[in-house]
């Protein structure tokens, strides 16, 4: 036990703190809301969830586990706490999620690890085969800046850079809040190759053939993973940048792996604060603009609204998953919408430093930046002292 105060130290685009009494009140209110929103009818039972700890992937184990009564394995890769330094928040956020899935009667254990391995990958479908059998949902929620290729042991690293000529564009420097042009060199030597390794559908389907082989997979069986597209003005740096590159992969992945008889298929989400999309230069100040202007219509969503979204309303529906002419599921249908997108644009020209705070919404961006850290939660007592070291139920 280590009995300390914990304070958000803040570097750059992440925080090298988290508190686990804030973590786990995130997961219980995003638990709540499923709650709250009723049964999934027709949602899977046994689910594996491949970077469950935090943003998209936390929200579609806690989705699954209180929308479905589901089983959940989760694989993650996170940090415990060390020497009395307070644990990752993905950590936290695991244990509070195995805690609430225990105490509801559900099973629910975590392996953290490097999921491109295939140490670790042997380890979940042992772990599958002998606890669950076969899985019907597969849950592909990885973002990483590298990956080491388990054929070979080479490292790759993915970038996040425009492809052809350099870029240049507003930005929001998160720390400070002040509104500068950032400019950012175009992509070079292997980049879009490196950043394909990385983020590209390789990884997933390395998973789906390995699970297949093991018959791990109930016949049944769905795998999703997610994808964004996103608006013209971060076109140069995600969609059409090296990332953009990944992602189409990922996509092409989905159909490649359907011709071979998986159900898989590629969700595209809405922008959301994470700690993957903090790290985006441009993303931070056009989702500052969107959830301004999502937040006046009524269409508010952070991740747990859309996976819930996604689960009830995309993929367990009847004739589901529904899908556009790409068979992509688009989770992102209100942010894409044509009123939402003509509304960025029209203040997209205008914001500055000084209208930050009153033209966007910058100040909730903040707020959730260090939420998902555990900090700025209503009801925690950031003075009083936490236990940091805080095991993993699965694990003790
Ligand atoms: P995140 O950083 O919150 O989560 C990443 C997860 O991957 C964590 O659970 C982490 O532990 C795990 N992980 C990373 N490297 C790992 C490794 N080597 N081994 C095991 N686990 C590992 O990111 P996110 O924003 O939720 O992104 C998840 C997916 O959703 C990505 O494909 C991303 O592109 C996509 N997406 C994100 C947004 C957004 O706005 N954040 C929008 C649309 C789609």
Request: proline residues 5%; negative net charge.
């Amino acid at each position: 036990m280590t009995l300390t105060t914990v304070k958000p130290r803040v570097r750059g685009f992440v925080c090298v703190t988290a508190h686990p009494t804030g973590c786990a009140k995130n997961v219980q209110e995003q638990i709540d809301y499923v709650k709250a929103q009723g049964p999934v009818s027709g949602a899977p039972k046994k689910v594996l969830v491949i970077g469950s700890s935090t943003g998209y992937g936390l929200s579609s184990r806690i989705a699954a586990a209180f929308g479905g009564d589901a089983a959940t394995l989760g694989v993650f890769f996170e940090r415990p706490s060390d020497k009395g330094r307070p644990a990752s928040a993905g950590w936290y956020n695991s244990v509070a999620f195995e805690n609430a899935a225990h105490a509801a009667g559900l099973y629910a254990k975590s392996i953290n690890g490097d999921a491109f391995s295939n140490e670790i990958r042997q380890q979940t479908i042992d772990t599958l085969k002998a606890d669950l059998g076969q899985v019907d949902l597969v849950i592909y929620s990885l973002a990483s800046p590298r990956r080491t290729d388990p054929a070979t042991g080479e490292v790759f690293k993915s970038t996040l850079k425009p492809i052809g000529k350099p870029f240049s564009a507003k930005s929001v420097d998160t720390d400070k809040g002040l509104v500068t042009d950032v400019s950012l060199e175009a992509s070079s030597g292997d980049d879009v190759e490196n950043t394909i390794k990385v983020m590209g559908g390789e990884d997933w389907t390395l998973w789906m053939n390995a699970l297949k082989a093991a018959d791990a997979l109930a016949p049944d069986a769905k795998t999703i993973a997610y994808s964004y597209i996103g608006p013209e003005v971060t076109f140069p740096i995600y969609r059409e940048g090296t990332i953009g590159k990944a992602k189409e992969h990922l996509e092409l992945t989905a159909n490649g792996l359907r011709t071979l008889g998986f159900n898989a298929y590629v969700s595209v989400n809405k922008a959301v604060v994470t700690q993957a999309s903090s790290a985006i230069p441009v993303v931070p100040l056009y989702i500052a603009i969107l959830f301004k202007i999502m937040k006046e219509k009524g269409l508010h969503e952070g991740c747990i609204e859309q996976m819930d979204r996604m689960m009830r309303e995309k993929i367990y529906v009847d004739g589901g998953p529904i899908i556009d002419d790409r068979s992509l599921i688009r989770v992102d249908d209100w942010e894409m919408r044509e009123d939402i997108q003509e509304a960025v644009k029209a203040v997209w020209g205008d914001i500055t430093s000084d209208n930050l705070m009153t033209d966007t919404d910058f100040a909730s961006y903040q707020k959730d930046f260090l939420r998902l850290f555990g900090f700025g939660v209503e009801g925690v007592d950031y003075d009083a002292e936490v236990d940091v070291e805080v095991p993993m139920p699965s694990m003790a």
